[in-house]
């Protein structure tokens, strides 16, 4: 039997022929994700070189030192989407507002993304990435489109979503529903190569991951999971990289957790471009995500970068902590 070799483009398509009327519009929007992806990745890999190491000065939405390659990586996803004329907005942690992309005013999709997720690690080689929504357009193209109203949608409506990982190796990991595919990049060939085409968070690994920096600002739930964690034997696993720390426990299993706590009741990770598309990958993977008390797939969106605490992994983990903050709630 011939190995089975299947691009991105091979792989989307031939999933899209399963989909009577499908346009191929997905197709288009995936491959101008993966565009910026080996263009970000060809960036990311020399940035000692190209002087593009270090911050820009500036402060973004969300208080934090912008990175240069926060900018360079934001630019060229949205270089990349525009001309498909499929976007009709874009949401980015990177952009304050929404930005409105006069190419895709008659789009039908509209896609969210945190352009560098992890950027301060860039200059110590930790795995950093690219973390990306899609949604269905809800207004009526041509409406004067009211780009928040398209956005603020629950991660129950996502039509698509997906990370790009910048590691020892690229990978591009998506779903549209249909279970959870992965890619690694060929940069010989500049493909994405399919590594698997239904990629399952079974590996059952004993490995909790979360900053234990914060516990004295943490409430007693979440002190006395991380005991019973370490009285089971489970290893402590932290790059500080979301993409990096969700990864390895994807595909090995274990519980990655950013609390709310003391000073930011709602943590610090994003829900609509971080929490949201991990929490649809994880659950597709056959794992569960949660805000402590509810699937973050349930959360309806009030603002763009609004925060949420997130605890996402395998499923056991995950309702371990439901069952004590549901406890901690009654003491
Ligand atoms: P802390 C990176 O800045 C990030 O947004 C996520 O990638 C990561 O999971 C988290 O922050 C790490 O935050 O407070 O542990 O450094």
């Known amino acids: 039997m011939t190995a089975h070799y299947s691009t991105l483009t ?20 995936l491959n101008a994700i993966g565009l910026a992806g080996k263009r970000i990745s060809r960036d990311v890999n020399r940035a000692g070189i190209a002087d593009i190491i270090g911050v820009t000065g500036d402060t973004n939405v969300q208080q934090e030192k912008v990175q ?7 630019t060229e ?11 009709c907005a874009i949401g980015s942690e990177e952009e304050d507002e929404p930005v409105e992309v006069e190419q895709g005013v008659n789009g039908r999709y509209v896609v969210l993304f945190d352009p560098l997720d992890g950027s301060s690690n860039i200059d110590v080689c930790a795995p950093i990435g690219t973390i990306f929504s899609i949604y269905r357009r809800k207004t009526t193209p041509g409406s004067g489109t009211n780009s928040l109203e398209d956005m603020l949608q629950p991660g129950r409506d996502l039509a698509a979503a997906g990370y790009i ?19 690694t990049l060929d940069p010989a060939i500049g493909e994405f190569i399919l590594t698997n085409s239904d990629l399952k968070c079974d590996g059952g690994a004993k490995v909790y991951s ?23 034997g489970y290893s402590a696993r932290y790059i ?9 426990n994807l595909l090995r299993g274990g519980i990655f957790t950013y609390p709310g706590d003391k000073k930011s009741p709602n943590g610090k990770l994003r829900l609509l471009y971080e929490c949201a598309p991990m929490a649809f990958i994880m659950e597709q993977a056959g794992g569960k995500a949660s805000d402590g008390t509810q699937r973050i797939l349930d959360i309806q969106p009030t603002a763009l970068h609004q925060r949420t605490p997130l605890y996402i992994g395998g499923a056991n983990e995950v309702e371990r902590i ?9 003491q």
């Open 322 to 330: 439901e069952r004590l903050r549901s406890m901690s709630f009654t």
């Open 240 to 248: 500080g990289s979301l993409v990096g720390d969700f990864h390895r």
């Open 210 to 232: 979360t900053n234990e920096g914060n516990s004295p600002r943490w409430d007693d739930a979440d002190i006395a999971w991380v005991a019973e964690m370490k009285a089971e």
């Open 68 to 74: 240069k390659l926060d900018i360079i990586a934001n």
């Open 165 to 183: 990982i910048y590691g020892s190796s690229t990978m591009l990991i998506y779903t549209t529903g249909s279970g959870v595919h992965s890619f």
């Open 77 to 87: 996803l949205i270089q990349a989407l525009a001309p498909t004329g499929l976007v």
């Open 10 to 29: 091979q792989f989307i398509r031939a999933r899209e022929r399963d989909h009577p009327g499908a346009t191929g519009d997905f197709t288009s929007l």
